[in-house]
């Protein structure tokens, strides 16, 4: 989303912590979960 590219824009830290959320979701996703995440 906009905002997640916006905010992984941030910093390094929020690059590599989003990158993590982003991988969780993937990982929900692959294991037939919606991933919280997306409600926002």
């Known amino acids: ?3 997640t590219s916006h905010m ?3 910093t390094p830290e929020a690059n590599q912590a ?3 959320m982003v ?3 993937v ?4 294991a037939g979960e919606a991933p919280h ?3 926002r």
Do not use: F, N, P, S
């Not at 990982?27 to 692959?30: A, D, E, F, G, S």
């Open 18 to 20: 989003m990158g993590a």
């Open 27 to 30: 990982v929900r996703v692959l």
């Open 23 to 25: 991988a969780e979701d």
């Open 8 to 10: 992984a824009a941030c």
């Open 1 to 3: 989303t906009l905002l």
């Open 37 to 39: 995440h997306q409600a």
